[in-house]
């Protein structure tokens, strides 16, 4: 029994891709038949694999059924976090999902799931990505000090939302924690973060992220130890649709 992660799958099976690269990047090509095809070379139905969010591109539940159905036929228990691209889902309608696909598909939000002895928490988490003023060469000059503004307060929220995760988890009696967020624990300016912090207030073990494209970017946040915590990317590009073995 083994548990699995890997983010920002970006189906499209009923609606538009609206990603630039994902249409012109070889690492795109064909990406949905590949990693099914990883999945069932590598997953058996005793593991678990969690989806660090951007399931879909569809903007309403009826728009991603076939996508939620793709990733319900893989092997094993998928437990589902929610992305910023993710529409189909309100974070207050997660209880609505859990009972929808019941048995299926289970969705990660103010909750928290088991694996042995962990227990797997999370939320989508944020981080302010700019705009950024730079120079010729490339090097931060300034940045959009409204926008970060307006970045903090959806910080301080998904906060609220991942201590309740952690809470959730404590009062049943879990101490181990494994850490799944959506955005990056830490934007280009940080070097640490509420979030890299929380996880240290609680011990989490690991903290896996997502949601960082292309060759570019797979770099712009906390990797490896940091502070006895360890810190994994887990996009899909930068997996090449290969399942990241957490344990």
Known sequence: MSLYAIGDLHLHFQSECRAPMQRTER?????????RRNCARLLTEEDTLVLLGDHSWGRSLAQCEKDLEYIAALPG?????????????????????NAL???????????FYTYGDYALVGSKGFCFEGPFY???KGRILGWDE?????????????????????????????NRFL???????TSILEKRSPFTDLAEEYGAHQVLYAHSH???????????????IEYTLVSGDRLRWMPYKVI
Do not use: C
Request: hydrophobic fraction near 40%; charge should be positive.
């Open 77 to 97: 228990r998928k437990i589902l976090l929610r992305g910023n691209h993710d529409m189909f889902w309100d974070a207050g309608k997660t209880e609505k999902l």
């Open 27 to 35: 690492v795109w090509r064909n990406h949905e038949e590949i990693f």
């Open 134 to 136: 730079l120079d010729r």
């Open 179 to 185: 850490m799944f967020l959506h955005y990056p624990p």
């Open 214 to 228: 292309g060759e570019a970017r797979f770099h712009n946040s906390i990797e490896g130890n940091f502070r006895s």
């Open 146 to 174: 409204e926008n970060e503004a307006r970045a903090e307060k959806i910080v301080q929220r998904e906060l609220v939302r991942l201590r309740a995760s952690f809470e959730a988890a404590r009062a049943e009696g879990h």
């Open 101 to 111: 696909y019941a048995g299926r598909l289970h969705f990660l939000q103010g909750n």
